[in-house]
């Protein structure tokens, strides 16, 4: 009568766990081959946000797109940018070893938080940066007091 004896390994269960996830993030977050996986990933332009005394300025990275893509909204006080990079050399897209930028849609959105003075907000759009200066209200502008001897 022949029996098996199997060596207890007590690293078995993690170590196939962490083989299935691998296996899942390869599968669905890793690029693939060809364009049409890069158009179903989402992607956000970053963004930098400075804030002076007299104004609020937006400015985020946007290459590649074509100023009538980009969409700015100031409703109350959230400024919302949003568009769309699109992959255009698609007579090729089957020819692409590796695609790595982001293609699609995008929205991003800030709560400004002050009083903006929306009459003299403006953009700009110049190698490949969206600047968005948003001017603040009079009422929150520091102001200086005298102070007078009594």
Do not use: C
Not at 8 to 34: A, I, K, M, Y
Not at 78 to 88: H, N, V, Y
């Amino acid at each position: 009568m022949a029996t098996n004896i199997v060596r207890f390994d007590p690293f078995e269960d993690l170590t196939r766990l962490q083989r299935d996830v691998n296996r899942l993030f390869e599968d669905n977050v890793r690029p693939s081959r060809g364009a049409e996986q890069a158009s179903l990933r989402t992607w956000a332009p970053v963004v930098d946000i400075r804030e002076d005394r007299d104004e609020i300025v937006v400015s985020a990275e946007l290459p590649g797109l074509k100023q009538e893509n980009i969409d700015i909204e100031l409703s109350g006080d959230t400024l919302t940018i949003s568009g769309e990079r699109a992959f255009t050399d698609t007579e090729r897209k089957d020819s692409y070893v590796r695609v790595e930028r982001s293609y699609g849609t995008f929205r991003r959105a800030f709560t400004i938080g002050v009083p903006i003075k929306t009459e003299g907000v403006a953009a700009s759009y110049k190698e490949g940066v969206l600047e968005v200066h948003l001017p603040k209200s009079e009422a929150v502008k520091p102001k200086k007091v005298a102070v007078s001897v009594g």
